[in-house]
């Protein structure tokens, strides 16, 4: 059963230096606050998972949690490139961090083979691309049947995978709805999850087309209103374009983006 | 006495133009979804949108920032998880066009999204990445490319191949066992590609009204072979121009 606890506690005791993180969301729902908890409790040697690192992912990167990035398109939505992921992959700051490229094909189908409690999934993807050559994780198969050639991913299995959903009752059933992206197949292709929460209520009025995860394949969930932020929560709050844009600057410069982080971690300069 | 308008617009115009009514589109951020939008409201309107964040079927009233903004969720016949969208509707080859853009783009449509600089391990310039890209290319019916023209993007080889074009030529596609047939026109601010015959070789087969050929040849990194009946693109219509900014318009 999903235990209900603080975002600080959450964190604290699910991630762990060295581990493998996932946090997913796909444009909505991203968990934002969660991941800005990673950087003040300064968890490092991280390897994270992300379809798709937009600004919680170039912070985590910038702060220096990551040591391997998992991903399959990392840039700031609509404005352009995330430049402290820039930076490391170019220079090794403030950390060298090694990449793992896929397509989102290939991860999303590695989250169901890591859901499916199977080693490896199989698609008809990446033919004739230089990304086989580059990434190890992305082998060529023959279908058994037809002979047709296909290709392999092996599963992801994170050891701790965090999502933002719209809300949980207090048993710690978890309820989405909206663009509900890979986080589903996320949460239970990982050894342990958290999910950050928009309101706990007392009863989860049934929605058609919601996603619902089940306490007992939650780990945590943390009640964190505007916890998704600047992304969006539907019914709850609007996507802050303007944030976004504004990240570029931040991100662009290593001594603004210091001082960000100096501010988020409350180190006086 | 046409109306006034830029390169954008008559790019954006043109884009639009190749979208049929009745066709579904697997759409890209940014350029290809701002066409796509306005073939929806110009002249398709029963024209599928299908972003890769689940939404199939968008009916967006402004233009998205991102492919997972909430109008493109609100407005959809049907919102579905990330896996579905790439195995159930994209792999089984149920879309008729991938609209893409590019960073880099080479003679044979082959896209670069991934890296600038020959060593993928310290590259010039580290590009977000291929996203959806490399299976929309291979597995959509076919594919438009909307990009601007220039020779930093036009080149006669791409750094790296994130999605596959038509290779080093025709029947590459064929060989590798790709589904659809890849590249069938590239539209930039300056006219419009399309693969010879013979050779899938883009090829100028229009230029935009003002455009001189000279202009289009400077802007390509590799010897632009051009069209033996090179045509002149229809200057974009008042009603062309009136849909494309009220959608700009709406979404600032």
Redesign the interface.
């Known amino acids: 059963m999903a235990e209900l606890l603080s975002l600080e506690e959450a964190v604290g005791r699910l991630v762990h230096d060295g581990d493998t993180v996932a946090l997913e969301g796909f444009t909505h729902l991203i968990p934002v606050a969660a991941g800005q908890e990673i950087i003040r409790q300064r968890r490092r040697d991280l390897t994270l998972v992300r379809m798709t690192p937009d600004i919680v992912y170039d912070q985590l990167i910038g702060a220096g949690c990551a040591r391997k990035l998992i991903f399959s398109w990392g840039g700031n939505p609509g404005v352009g490139s995330l430049h402290r992921f820039r930076d490391a992959v170019q220079h090794d700051w403030p950390v060298p961090l090694e990449i793992e490229e896929h397509s989102h094909a290939g991860m999303a189908n590695r989250y169901v083979a890591g859901a499916s409690g199977l080693p490896f999934a199989v698609l008809r993807g990446y033919t004739g691309t230089d990304l086989p050559a580059q990434t190890a994780t992305i082998k060529p198969i023959t279908c058994p049947f037809t002979g047709e050639k296909l290709t392999a991913v092996p599963a992801l299995n994170p050891d701790v995978t965090i999502v933002h959903a719209q809300r949980a009752d207090r048993s710690g059933n978890v309820q989405m709805w909206g663009i509900t992206g890979v986080q589903k197949e996320a949460v239970l292709a990982a050894k342990r999850s958290l999910v950050t929460v928009e309101e706990v209520v007392d009863e989860l009025e049934p929605r058609p087309g919601a996603v619902v995860l089940p306490a007992w394949v939650v780990t945590a969930v943390a009640e964190v209103p505007g916890g998704a932020k600047p992304s969006y929560a539907a019914g709850y709050y609007e996507r802050d374009n303007a944030a976004y844009q504004a990240w570029d600057e931040v991100g662009r410069d290593r001594e603004e983006f210091t001082k960000w982080l100096n501010e988020l971690t409350g180190v006086k300069a | 006495m046409s109306a006034e308008y830029t390169a954008d617009e008559m790019m954006s115009v043109a884009a639009a133009r190749a979208l049929g009514d009745g066709m579904s589109c697997f759409v890209g951020?940014?350029l290809p979804s701002k066409a796509a939008n306005l073939a929806r409201r110009a002249h398709a309107p029963n024209l599928t949108l299908i972003y890769?964040?689940?939404?199939l079927g968008a009916k967006p009233s402004r233009l998205?920032?991102?492919?997972?903004?909430?109008e493109?969720?609100?407005t959809a016949d049907a919102?579905i998880?990330?896996?579905e969208v790439?195995?159930y509707w994209?792999?089984p080859g149920r879309i008729d066009v991938g609209f893409l853009g590019a960073a880099q783009l080479d003679k044979f449509g082959n896209i670069n999204t991934?890296v600038i600089g020959s060593d993928?391990h310290?590259?010039k310039?580290?590009?977000?990445?291929?996203?959806?890209?490399?299976?929309i290319a291979?597995?959509c019916g076919e594919v438009f490319i909307v990009l601007r023209q220039n020779p930093r993007a036009f080149v006669e080889k791409v750094d790296?191949?994130?999605?596959?074009g038509h290779?080093t030529g025709k029947g590459?596609?064929e060989k590798?066992?790709?589904?659809g047939r890849g590249p069938t026109l590239v539209v930039t601010d300056l006219g419009l590609l399309r693969p010879d015959p013979e050779t899938a070789e883009l090829t100028l087969t229009e230029l935009h009204p003002g455009v001189d050929l000279d202009r289009a040849t400077a802007a390509t990194g590799w010897k632009l072979k051009v069209a033996g009946d090179l045509k002149t693109t229809p200057a974009p219509t008042e009603q062309e121009l009136t849909v494309l900014r009220d959608l700009e318009k709406a979404s600032a």
């Open positions: 951020i940014g890769e964040s689940g939404c998205p920032l991102s492919i997972g903004d909430g493109l969720a609100d919102v998880s990330v896996p790439f195995n994209l792999q991934t993928y310290d590259p310039v580290r590009l977000p990445g291929a996203g959806g890209a490399p299976e291979a597995s790296f191949v994130t999605s596959f290779g590459d596609r590798l066992g790709l589904p």
